[in-house]
Each structure stands twice: as C-alpha cells, then as structure tokens.
Nanobody
Framework: HVQLVESGGGSVQAGGSLRLSCAAS???????MGWFREAPGKEREGVAA????????YYVDSEKGRFTISQDKAKNTVYMQMNTLKPEDTAMYYC??????????????????WGQGTQVTVS
C-alpha cells in the first residue's frame, strides 16, 4: 500500500523559508501527489499538487508565487519550497496521494493516502 513520509517542518521567523519533503513508496505508475495544510481551528486545505508522470503542477491561488512543488522521480520524493513565510502559514502540513490522475491533480477531495504530517510554525 502507499506510504508517505514527510519531513522538513520546523519553526521559522516570518519572511523565512522551509522546504518540505515527502518520500513515497508502495505504488506504481503515475499518480498525483499533493501538499495540504491544516491550521488550528480551520479545515484541511489543498495547497499544491503535482502529477508525477508529466510533472504538471497545481497551486491554490493564494500561494502561487510563494510555494513551489517539485519532484525527484529517482527518489520518489516530492518537495514543497515555501518562501516568504507568514505567521498565518502556521499549520500541520500533510503530504497526500491520489492514485487517479485522470482530470488533473487539483481535485483535492480525491486524495486518500496521507502522511503523518509535519508541523510548520512561523513567528
């Protein structure tokens, strides 16, 4: 089965940067991989996604330009570079996978494999 392991979270001052990593295993072929975040008192939201086959990227409008999702196919790892971080970016960040790429990877409701999450705190 699909396993996702995140790393790279931590505490950073406003204006700083972090890079999150998600190592994936247990699947074959092309899938969608995405990053979600859940802030205290708020619903989990999709932030960025990538189709592992074609490398097409998707972003929620509010984070275009600040966050960049990328992948290393050889390592089955997806990254999210987060720049100019703000206190409102404080959240638990989750890596997720959707095994069905048909229709694109921005269908946030279809993601059904999840990592354990990594905390990002911006002060």
């Amino acid at each position: 089965h699909v396993q996702l392991v995140e790393s790279g979270g931590g505490s950073v001052q406003a204006g700083g940067s972090l890079r999150l990593s998600c190592a994936a295993s247990g699947y074959t072929g092309r899938i969608c991989m995405g990053w979600f975040r859940e802030a205290p008192g708020k619903e989990r939201e999709g932030v960025a996604a990538i189709s592992t086959g074609l490398g097409i990227t998707y972003y929620v409008d509010s984070e275009k330009g600040r966050f960049t999702i990328s992948q290393d196919k050889a390592k089955n790892t997806v990254y999210m570079q987060m720049n100019t971080l703000k206190p409102e970016d404080t959240a638990m960040y989750y890596c997720a996978a959707d095994l069905y790429v048909s229709g694109g990877c921005q269908k946030w409701w279809e993601y059904n494999y999840w990592g354990q999450g990594t905390q990002v705190t911006v002060s």
